[in-house]
């Protein structure tokens, strides 16, 4: 019976599973995104991974967080080993990466349903897993993480979250059975190792340990010890238990006590500190906005729509006060009242006070004390996981209350039980209980059936224009007014597309709004030069943007680069090498950027490179050796050696790598963590020496060459 029932689930779960595939398929056509073009590059950085060497050296190298995220980066070798690249299979990958993460959930809904509704039929418990699983796989908030390449650092975290749940529980239940070994070793492995894999990843991986604590005290210590089979009843002074707790002592609740302590350090730095002059809010601002920004996504979930302002949130005014803007006070007694209410009704209602606690402990490190940025919609993949479970419970007829009503009394009648039989007003009640319940047998399924359906359509309609890259990125400037990430995207899309007057239109009124958006005003200039003038306007506003703006991290290389490029033949008679050393000027002339030591070394780079197009040879050294004194990297040593060599200098080249020589001396080592680790890889293969050698060998031929050709 138990292999008859399990079988139409599983064709029920294949059928979600192909409703989510068929809802995704367009977005596979869209193309790489901002932060792909950040991180997918160092799959051929230096050169095709194709040996040990080289596959080391790009596994180590990423500096997104601590622990570098070097699962992530190997996940990418399964599309691409050298880069430009094409993303249909990073897409595709990353697709089926969330199907199996469907899959884990489904398995995971199953076994906590198993766990905590002993009474209730079990193909109830089966089917609201795979409903409540499609729920979530089928959301059109998820798209952003899905097709996103880049945000395959936020799925791999929940894939070993799911296995490590699970893992977790078959241990706990083994422990339960009296198999103390294989339950010890169960736990170790779900809390121990996927969680190390999951930090692997992304450091919200660490998060694994409290999610299971959630649900431990949520769910499972919930349910009334009369539900239980006797057999599942605890007494916390048997051995297995005492063993299962010292387990849960060591790997849950150390690993969660040590987040939380981070967390407030973080906190407390950024309140007695400050936090980086990157962001334009304060740390106490920040907790402010959080609150507003969680219940923003509550809505997204809860309220899906097709449409939504994608990657572009930078528009999101950080709150200044519990008044300003007025929605801060009532989204914190919101959350508030949503985490103390679900933990004091966790006995009666324990699925939902799961969901929601569940969510905001998944919340808990990238939308409180760390510094990121106020808004994404990737941060809800993991922590929304159980969010649809409990209404894929009530829809199946799986009792959310753990308080069920009282029988029926019974009355004595001779040597038997008999149930008593109930008045005539009770017979209404009855026949009325009777009528809803047939009611609700009708009305449950085909609710089901449009939830479902309902989001299969929007997930759809949201993938097609993830794989419209033009329709997309107009969108959303429409969707975002006041973003100015979204006003400079589009701005370049419709002057990729021959329409810089369409550009300028977008992006005049947007620097009337924000004159310190230099990607607002660069790009302007680029528009009108494309179109063939600059005017005086576009100028000044260029040149007050880069005195005022914040931190916009590689923009400036990235814009600059190109202007100098183009200014031997310029597109227009404004792009001239005065016209840009203006502009440097002006940048150099911004506070913020000069506190910011890699903005320091990018402007001082940019104006060597521009003094060296100019012929000002001496200058441009100058230039180069302060680079190096802002940081003594080797790679920006060699690039700009090697760039004096290439433009006819090689003498200065090796001046320049005599320089750093000294100045490398006072570098300071890399941080604790993956940069270590990486330098410690390219140390053992002898990797800068070599390469300092080869570049010294092919300036001293050149040098030699000049001297011989003047003789």
């Not at 699983?133 to 929940?158: G, K, N």
């Not at 922590?383 to 009282?406: K, N, R, Y």
Request: charged share 15%.
């Amino acid at each position: 019976m138990r292999k008859l029932s399990a079988l139409p689930i599983s064709f029920v779960t294949l059928a979600l599973i192909l409703l989510t595939l068929a809802a995704y398929l367009p977005g596979l056509n869209g193309g790489f995104l901002f932060d792909d073009f950040g991180n997918l590059p160092a799959l051929g950085a230096q050169g095709p991974i194709d040996q040990w060497a080289t596959f080391w050296r790009y596994i180590t190298s990423g500096t997104a967080d601590p622990f570098g995220r070097p699962l992530t980066l190997l996940s990418f070798l399964l599309d691409a080993r050298d880069w430009p690249a094409d993303p249909y299979p990073f897409k595709r990958t990353s697709l089926i990466l969330h199907l199996c993460n469907g899959i884990l959930l489904t398995q995971l809904f199953r076994q906590l349903g198993r766990v905590s509704f002993h009474h209730v039929d079990r193909r109830r418990i089966n089917l609201a897993a795979a409903l409540g699983a499609s729920l979530w796989l089928l959301h059109p908030l998820f798209v952003s993480t899905t097709l996103y390449i880049v945000q395959r650092e936020a799925m791999l975290p929940a894939t070993f979250t799911l296995l490590g749940l699970l893992s977790w529980l078959r241990g706990r239940g083994a422990l339960q059975g009296g198999r103390t070994f294989h339950g010890v070793l169960w736990i170790a492995i779900g809390l121990g190792g996927c969680t190390l894999l999951g930090v692997l990843s992304k450091a919200n991986g660490i998060l694994l340990p409290a999610l299971a604590l959630t649900i431990e005290y949520t769910l499972l210590r919930a349910c009334p010890i009369d539900q239980r089979d006797p057999a599942d009843r605890i007494n916390w002074q048997d051995k297995r238990w005492r063993t299962y707790r010292r387990a849960m002592l060591l790997l849950a609740w150390l690993p969660s006590a040590a987040v939380a302590g981070y967390l407030l350090e973080q906190g407390w730095s950024g309140l007695t500190h400050g936090i980086s002059a990157i962001r334009p809010w304060t740390m106490s601002q920040r907790l402010l906005t959080e609150p507003r920004v969680l219940m923003n996504y509550l809505e997204l979930l809860w309220l899906p729509r097709p449409f939504t302002p994608g990657l572009f949130n930078d528009h999101i005014q950080p709150s200044t006060s519990l008044w300003s803007p007025p929605t801060t006070l009532p989204a914190l007694l919101g959350v508030l009242g949503l985490i103390v209410g679900a933990w004091m009704l966790r006995r009666r209602w324990p699925t939902v006070a799961l969901a929601i606690l569940f969510y905001f402990v998944g919340q808990s490190l990238e939308s409180s004390t760390v510094a990121l940025e106020l808004f994404f919609e990737h941060r809800n993949y993991l922590p929304a996981i159980v969010m649809f479970w409990p209404l894929a419970l009530w829809l199946c007829g799986v009792p959310l209350s753990m308080h069920f009503p009282a029988r029926v009394p019974a009355r004595i009648s001779g040597n038997k039980m008999v149930q008593a039989s109930p008045g005539a007003s009770n017979m209404v009640e009855h026949a009325a209980d009777i009528w809803q319940r047939d009611i609700w047998s009708i009305a449950k399924p085909a609710i089901a059936v449009v939830l479902l359906l309902g989001l299969a359509l929007m997930t759809r309609a949201r993938a097609e224009l993830w794989g419209n890259a033009h329709d997309q990125t107009l969108l959303w400037a429409r969707l975002n007014p006041d973003s100015p990430r979204a006003l400079a995207n589009a701005a370049i899309t419709e002057m990729d597309a021959g329409a810089p007057i369409r550009a300028v239109a977008l992006l005049q009124p947007a620097l009337i709004k924000s004159p310190n958006q230099v990607q607002l005003a660069v790009n302007l200039f680029s528009a009108e030069c494309q179109l063939g003038h600059v005017d005086q306007i576009a100028l000044i506003t260029a040149q007050t943007a880069l005195r005022t703006t914040r931190d916009p991290g590689s923009l400036l290389v990235n814009w600059f680069g190109r202007a100098i490029s183009q200014a031997e033949h310029p597109p227009c008679p404004q792009l001239t090498f005065n016209t840009i050393a203006g502009l440097l000027n002006a940048a150099q002339d911004n506070p913020f950027l000069m506190m910011v030591p890699g903005r320091r070394e990018d402007l001082y780079h940019l104006q060597g490179q521009l003094a060296l197009m100019q012929g000002h040879t001496a200058i441009a050294l100058t230039d180069f050796n302060r680079a190096l004194d802002q940081e003594a990297s080797e790679s920006l040593a060699l690039e700009q050696a090697a760039l004096l060599g290439s433009m006819g200098f090689p003498r200065q080249g090796l001046a320049h790598l005599d320089y750093y020589e000294i100045v490398r001396k006072q570098a300071a080592p890399p941080a604790i963590g993956m940069p270590r680790i990486h330098e410690w890889v390219l140390q053992s293969e002898q990797y800068w020496p070599k390469e300092m050698t080869h570049l010294r060998t092919v300036l001293i031929e050149d040098a030699m060459h000049q001297i011989s050709g003047r003789q």
